[in-house]
């Protein structure tokens, strides 16, 4: 049977992901740090579902490299790789602490970065993978009170879009999907209170994902605000932009 890895998946984006490739007859792989939240996303799949879900409570700001060796060893059906798990600090940078923004570093560029190198050759192995990187529309600017999350994303599409053209001769794809805001606990991450409008249903970006996944385009911009801010991020100063999204921030 095949199988989908999802990393950050008992909350958010991440549980309605699981819910979709599940609902679609692949056997799961989910990985978080959260033990209880996966144990009760399983418990629920499996009334729903006829399929196998193995869940690995890991911190990936930890030891990657052997982890990923270690999943890669003990599964020999994966046909999709699903780097969903990222953090966030919405503050301003003199309030930032050092040990946050290095575990932003590692979980939302580092763990990604290793995962995607190391699911990309047993892919290539295989003749056939989907990268599935999660990116955001925060990717196209910089942002103020924002930087860090913001400045992580642009490496995520950057770093997809260019795999993608090594590895497609192998049958082997990576997307980027750049999202709108979505309803998660990104906020528990922000210490100042944000002025943003209500995010998208993470279940309709789960569909969405989903039905594109198949594509060769490296990047794609999901919901009409990402696709908006895609066009202003190349009419207007990037200056601008980043002072009206810190101004949401403040």
């Keep these: 049977m095949k199988q989908c890895v999802i990393t950050g998946a008992s ?3 991440g549980r309605s992901l699981s819910k979709k490739y599940a609902s679609m007859g692949y056997s799961l792989i ?3 740090r959260n033990k209880d939240n996966l144990e009760k996303l399983k418990e629920e799949l499996l009334k729903e579902y006829k399929i196998d879900i ?3 409570p890991y911190d990936l700001t930890n030891e990657t490299i052997i982890f990923s ?3 890669l060893n003990s599964y020999s059906n994966i046909e999709v790789l699903i780097n969903n798990a990222g953090m966030g600090i919405a503050d301003s940078i003199l309030y930032h602490d050092p040990i ?3 575990k932003l570093i590692d979980l939302n560029i580092k763990a990604l970065t290793i995962l995607s190198i190391e699911f990309a050759k047993y892919f290539k192995e295989k003749g056939y993978g989907r990268i599935i990187n999660i990116s955001s529309v925060g990717s196209m600017m ?3 009170y924002i930087s860090s999350y913001y400045a992580s994303k642009a490496y995520v599409s950057s770093f997809t879009y260019s795999i993608n053209l090594e590895l497609k001769q192998y049958n082997v794809y990576a997307v980027a999907f750049n999202l709108p805001r979505i309803d998660t606990d990104f906020d ?3 210490k100042r209170k944000s002025k943003l409008k209500k995010g998208k249903n993470p279940m309709i970006i ?3 994902i989903y039905k594109k996944m198949n594509s060769k385009k490296g990047i794609i911009n999901i919901g009409l605000s990402t696709k908006l801010m895609n066009l202003l991020s190349h009419i207007f100063p990037k200056s601008l932009i980043s002072k009206c999204i810190g101004s949401k921030l403040k």
């Design 206 to 208: 789960a569909n969405k």
């Design 11 to 13: 909350l958010g984006l």
């Design 30 to 32: 989910l990985i978080s």
């Design 188 to 190: 528990l991450h922000a």
């Design 100 to 102: 946050d923004e290095e």
């Design 142 to 144: 910089p942002g103020a």
């Design 54 to 56: 193995d869940i690995i």
């Design 69 to 71: 060796k270690e999943i």
